[in-house]
């Protein structure tokens, strides 16, 4: 059984920054694209980071310059670095392949609020 475990959310306010963690169990992410993924309420799930097996990185264009996605092979993890928040960026975020998704985790909350 495959398990992803997202944290590091929490409540912010505008400009702040907070590093997310996912980490899996059961399975190795070495060899697949892994990306970040939110959904704020009322929306859809949205792809948000992506780091390939050979640790290229793409964003899409609302956090491009402020997020951060890496990987740790040793650890199995994947850790998205976010920087100069912004209301926004309200979501739970979520982590898994970008393809041949695993289960989905219970993802952890950010919140960017005065």
């Known amino acids: 059984q495959v398990y992803l475990v997202e944290s590091g959310g929490g409540l912010v306010h505008p400009g702040g920054s907070l590093r997310l963690s996912c980490a899996a169990s059961?399975?190795?992410?070495?060899?697949?694209?892994v990306a970040w993924y939110r959904q704020a309420p009322g929306k859809q799930r949205e792809l948000v980071a992506t780091?390939?097996?050979?640790?290229?990185?793409d964003y899409v264009d609302s956090v491009k310059g402020r997020f951060t996605i890496s990987r740790d092979n040793a650890k199995n993890t994947v850790d998205l670095q976010m920087n100069s928040l912004k209301p926004e960026d309200t979501a739970v975020y979520y982590c898994n392949r970008a393809s041949r998704y695993f289960p989905w985790g219970q993802g952890t909350q950010v919140t960017v609020s005065s």
């Open positions: 780091i390939t097996s050979g640790s290229t990185t």
């Open positions: 059961g399975s190795t992410l070495r060899f697949s694209t």
